[in-house]
């Protein structure tokens, strides 16, 4: 059963712990990205935990190999139960990654999840810098199979890019789907999918935002997806 990730995209921690808040108890986990995290800082991480969820901290670190090891590192210990790098850094900075969520959770029994980004889902094949080689799939791919070369444990990709990742890289081989949509919305995602139809792709984990966030009844409209999962 893939698990359901709440994105908490909001400016700031008010609006990010009562939509929480308004979710206790659901069987879900959280998103804390660049513009929240920026916001309001660690303080914010061990303040949802406390609410009973585990955190994705979606911050897609790119950098110097030991900048992001460091940082990994610094996301683990503040109790961060999955953090990702894009791969796009290359292999050193993988394995940096790698040596950062080892050191960050040693001592503490945790088990946290590094997961590399391939190709954002915003973007398509229009959105590739002039020069590339290689179709937006064929990049996800490539990307998604140095990855697990690399030691991580998976990748944020489209809903689309699935069953190709798992069939080369394996059924272990985590896949974190963002672009979840119950229905199609005019946003900007564009490589989007259903909850059931990632599930059947084989997505582990689909992150959904507005379509819970934005609902008059947030537990409710969880529910709804993750019963949309059960019986895909």
Same mark, same amino acid.
């Given at each position: ?15 990010? $712990? ?48 030991? @900048? ?9 210990? =503040? ?54 080689? @290689? ?41 974190? @789907? ?6 199609? $919305? ?26 819970? @966030? ?8 969880? =529910? ?9």
């Amino acid at each position: 059963m893939a698990d359901l990730v709440i994105a908490l995209d909001y400016p700031d921690a008010r609006g990010a $712990l009562g939509m929480a808040e308004r979710l206790k108890g659901a069987d879900v986990w959280m998103k804390v990205g660049l513009e929240l995290f920026t916001a309001e800082g660690p303080s914010l991480i061990s303040r949802i935990k406390d609410l009973g969820f585990k955190v994705f901290l979606d911050m897609k670190f790119f950098d110097i190999p030991n @900048t992001v090891r460091g940082a990994v590192r610094s996301s683990v210990r =503040h109790g961060v139960d999955m953090v990702n790098i894009h791969l796009m850094g290359g292999e050193r900075m993988a394995r940096a990654a790698m040596e950062g969520l080892h050191e960050g959770a040693a001592g503490s029994g945790a088990s946290p999840i590094l997961l590399g980004v391939t190709v954002l889902t915003s973007m398509s094949q229009e959105d590739l810098p002039k020069g590339f080689s @290689t179709t937006l799939p064929e990049t996800v791919l490539q990307l998604a199979s140095a990855g697990n070369s690399w030691g991580i444990h998976g990748v944020v990709c489209s809903g689309h890019e699935v069953v190709a990742i798992k069939n080369s890289c394996g059924k272990g081989y985590l896949c974190l @789907t963002p672009g979840i949509r119950p229905v199609a $919305l005019g946003d900007d995602q564009r490589r989007t999918m259903t909850p059931a139809e990632a599930v059947q792709a084989g997505s582990d984990f689909l992150v959904v935002g507005r379509p819970v @966030t934005g609902s008059d009844d947030p537990a409710q409209a969880a =529910h709804a997806i993750l019963e949309a999962m059960k019986q895909a």
